[in-house]
């Protein structure tokens, strides 16, 4: 069975760093490009991020691009969010997805994990 | 950048009622479409990829069709676990999805 068990979610102050982890199991971790997709509280979904499966290639919303950085550690079944320059519209659920390449649709999602950025 | 725009934005129906809701693209572009239903504080759940293949475990009252500009998502007759929150999203050049549409009880 496909596990996506996100963390590192949390409250900060505007300007500040956090970062985001997900660990996957039950499936070819490095075989599978990975993704973050986010959520406000209350609204849609928004893609933020893609890495394929042995990171050469990345991309990102326009909304993150330049702050936040993405990668993956596959001995380690680990995919990671780097936010940088938090601002308060990045309030939202972030959920890690797993895809079959870097467009792709998301057949199994993490459960979420809230970030808050509030001064 | 491809753009979806979905209608409606909120959609009321009752148990038996065949629903259609719609997605509209900025670009024409074929194939690349899948269909999302969340629940609240749940992640969302993929329901059909590739405009028209069933994800495994999706009840058959679902369909998707289209291609070009618009896609359509149908639930033939709405049951109660129906009800819930529904996403469009392209990815034919990495990922957007649509503004979602609510369907509630009427």
């Known amino acids: 069975e496909v596990q996506l068990v996100d963390s590192g979610g949390g409250s900060v102050q505007p300007g500040r760093s956090l970062r985001l982890s997900c660990v996957g199991s039950?499936?070819?971790?490095?075989?599978?490009?990975m993704h973050w997709v986010r959520q406000p509280p209350g609204k849609g979904l928004e893609w933020v991020s893609g890495i394929s499966w042995n990171s050469a290639d990345t991309a990102y919303a326009d909304s993150v691009k330049g702050r936040f950085i993405i990668s993956r550690d596959n001995a380690k079944n680990s995919l990671y969010l780097q936010m940088n320059s938090l601002r308060v519209d990045d309030t939202a659920f972030y959920y890690c997805a797993k895809g079959t390449a870097m467009a792709a649709a998301f057949a199994d999602w993490g459960q979420g994990t809230l970030v808050t950025v509030s001064s | 950048d491809i753009q979806m725009t979905q209608s409606p934005s909120t959609l009321a129906a009752s148990v038996g009622d065949r629903v259609t809701i719609t997605c509209r693209a900025s670009?024409?572009?074929?194939?690349?479409l899948a269909w999302y239903q969340q629940k609240p504080g749940k992640a969302p759940r993929l329901l059909i990829y590739k405009t028209s293949t069933l994800e495994s475990g999706v009840p058959s009252r679902f369909s998707g069709s289209g291609s070009g500009t618009e896609f359509t998502l149908t639930i033939s007759s709405l049951q109660p676990d129906d009800f819930g929150t529904y996403y469009c999203q392209q990815y034919k050049r990495y990922s957007t999805f649509g503004q979602g549409t609510k369907v509630e009880m009427k």
């Open positions: 039950g499936f070819p971790f490095d075989d599978s490009a």
């Open positions: 670009q024409s572009f074929s194939t690349w």
